[in-house]
C-alpha cells in the first residue's frame, strides 16, 4: 500500500520536509508525495521541481487548501505552515477522514491542542507531531545510557542556552517575533528542548520561572547573516509585507530562566535567551548518584561522554559496551544505512536533517497502518508545549505552577491574549466537564461549544 500525502506549507521548513521524503524514498517506497500547497504558488513550485527531479514524480501544485481536500486523492497531511495555522488545518484534514503530522509545536496554545486532541479522538484518525530531536540516534544512546542506570539516579539536568542574535528577527521570519503567533526563542525552539528532556527525564510536574521581553526593537536581516547553515534551504520563502532591513516590534518572550521539578523527584533547569551579548554558552548536562553525562548537540554527530564520579571519562564505542543491549530500530537503521549500535556518525547537517525527517514519516505511517499510537503523538506534543508554556504562565504569574494545570488549561492567562486574538473565546475546563455549558446539551455539542468549531475559520497556508 502507498500513503498519498500532501505537503502544507512550501517555506523553509517544507522544503526541508521535500528533502526528508526525497531522502526516504531512496530506501523505502510506502509514502508518495502526491501535492503540495502554498498560499505562493512560485514557492510551492519550487519545491515541487525539487522533489520531482529527485524522485521523477512531480507533485501536484495547490494554492488552496480546501481545493486540495477536494480534489487531491489523500491519505494524509504535512503541514509545515506558521505555527497559528497548524490546528486549523489539521482539524479541517481530520474532520476530512485525513490522517495528519504537523510540525512542533503541536498549535499554537494548549486551546488549540485541545481542539486538535478532541477532533483526532472523535475521528479516529492518527495525529503525529514533527518532533525531530528525539529521533538522533545520539539521543537514542543517551536515553539508553540513562534508563541503563550508567549514571545512577538522575538529580538533576541542565539545559542553558544563552546566546546572542544580535538584535535580528529570528530566522529572518517576522511572525517568529510575535507572541500571538507563537513566536520567540524561547517557545518555537524551546519546544524541541522541552520534549528532548521529557523525553530523557520522564514527565515534568512544576515549573517556577521568570521571562522578560528584553528587546523589543528587532531588524529583519537577510538569512544568510541570522543562520548562513540553512540560508540555502530558505532562499526561495516570501512573507507578504515585510523586505529586508525592516524595523520589527518584537512582541514575543526573548528570555527564559526556569526551574523544573520532574515527577521523578529531578530538579531542572532550563533557561534560554538570545539578548546574551559578549557571552555565549551552552550547557547540556544530566548528573545522577554515580556520575554526569554531557549531552551531545543534537543532529551533530558528536557522541555523548559520561564523567564518572572518580573523574573517569568515558565516550565514543567504550559507551556502547556500558549498554550491551541497545540497538536501534529498524527504521532508523536502515536509514543509516544499516548500522545498529553506533555511538557516533561524520555527516553533513543537510544528510542528518533529511534522514530525520524521512523517520517521521515513516513512524506515522507505521502507526496508521497497525492502529497503533505514533511515538509523538498527541499527549507528548501537548506535554512539550505545556512544559515551554509552564515558563511563560510562571514568568507572568509569578508563581510555580504545574505542567498539567497548563496542558489542561487551568492556568492560561500569558495564553488567553493569543486565543482572544486567534477569534476563540474561553471557557475553563475541569474534570467536572464544560464549566458554564448547560448539560442539557450533548457531550459532543458542548464540547463543540467548548472548543469553538463551530466558529473555526480556515485561511491559506503561511510558511515556515
Not at 50 to 68: K, L, N, Q, S, V
Not at 179 to 201: E, F, I, P, S, T
Not at 308 to 321: M, W, Y
Not at 423 to 446: E, M, Q, T, Y
Amino acid at each position: 500500500m502507498t500513503f498519498n500525502i500532501a505537503l502544507v506549507g512550501c517555506g523553509g521548513m517544507g522544503r526541508r520536509h521535500a528533502l526528508g521524503y526525497i531522502e526516504l524514498r531512496k530506501y523505502f517506497d510506502t509514502v508518495s508525495l502526491a501535492a503540495v500547497c502554498d498560499v505562493h504558488r512560485d514557492v510551492a513550485s519550487t519545491v515541487a521541481e525539487i522533489i520531482g527531479e529527485a524522485t521523477g514524480a512531480r507533485p501536484d501544485i495547490y494554492t488552496d487548501f480546501d481545493e486540495m481536500l477536494e480534489r487531491a486523492d489523500l491519505d494524509g497531511v504535512a503541514i509545515v505552515t506558521s505555527t497559528p495555522m497548524h490546528h486549523r488545518f489539521a482539524i479541517k484534514a481530520m474532520e476530512a477522514g485525513l490522517h495528519v503530522i504537523t510540525e512542533k509545536p503541536m498549535g499554537l496554545t494548549l486551546k488549540a491542542c485541545r481542539q486538535m486532541r478532541y477532533v483526532a479522538s472523535t475521528t479516529g484518525v492518527t495525529l503525529a507531531i514533527a518532533e525531530n530531536f528525539r529521533r538522533d540516534p545520539m539521543n537514542r544512546l543517551t536515553r539508553a545510557l540513562i534508563t541503563s542506570g550508567v549514571i545512577g539516579t538522575p538529580y538533576f539536568t541542565l539545559d542553558m542556552h544563552v546566546g546572542s542574535s544580535n538584535g535580528a528577527v529570528m530566522h529572518s521570519t517576522v511572525w517568529r517575533a510575535k507572541k500571538n503567533q507563537a513566536g520567540g526563542m524561547v517557545l518555537d525552539a524551546g519546544v524541541h528542548n522541552a520534549d528532548l528532556l521529557l523525553y530523557l527525564m520522564g514527565g515534568a510536574d512544576s515549573v517556577f520561572a521568570e521571562t522578560s521581553t528584553f528587546e523589543s526593537d528587532r531588524t529583519l536581516r537577510p538569512m544568510s547573516e541570522v543562520a548562513p547553515g540553512l540560508a540555502k534551504l530558505y532562499d526561495h520563502r516570501r512573507e507578504d509585507g515585510y523586505s529586508t532591513g525592516d524595523s520589527v516590534e518584537h512582541t514575543a518572550v526573548d528570555t527564559a530562566f526556569g526551574l523544573i521539578r520532574f515527577d521523578s523527584g529531578a530538579i531542572g533547569q532550563l533557561s534560554m535567551t538570545d539578548t546574551s551579548h559578549g557571552q555565549s554558552l551552552a550547557v547540556s548536562t544530566i548528573s545522577g548518584s554515580d556520575g554526569t553525562l554531557y549531552r551531545p548537540r543534537s543532529r551533530s554527530g558528536e557522541s555523548p561522554r559520561i564523567v564518572r564520579r572518580d573523574g573517569v571519562e568515558i565516550t565514543g564505542d567504550a559507551l556502547l559496551e556500558l549498554v550491551p543491549d541497545f540497538e536501534l530500530d529498524d527504521s532508523t537503521s536502515t536509514l543509516w544505512d544499516g548500522a545498529r549500535r553506533i555511538s557516533s556518525y561524520d555527516l553533513e547537517f543537510s544528510t542528518i536533517d533529511s534522514k530525520i525527517l524521512a523517520y517521521e514519516y515513516l513512524d506515522m505511517v507505521r502507526a496508521v497502518e497497525t492502529g497503533g499510537q505514533p511515538e509523538v503523538g498527541v499527549r507528548e506534543g501537548m506535554d512539550a508545549l505545556a512544559l515551554a508554556y509552564a515558563l511563560m504562565e510562571s514568568g507572568l504569574k509569578g508563581a510555580p505552577v504545574t505542567v498539567n494545570d497548563v496542558a489542561e488549561g487551568r492556568v492560561s492567562e500569558f495564553q488567553d491574549e493569543i486565543d482572544i486574538e486567534m477569534g476563540n473565546s474561553w471557557i475553563n475546563c475541569s474534570a467536572g466537564g464544560f464549566l458554564g455549558i448547560p448539560k442539557v446539551f450533548s457531550l459532543d455539542i458542548r464540547a463543540r461549544i467548548f472548543y469553538g468549531f463551530d466558529r473555526l475559520q480556515v485561511s491559506q497556508p503561511r510558511q515556515l
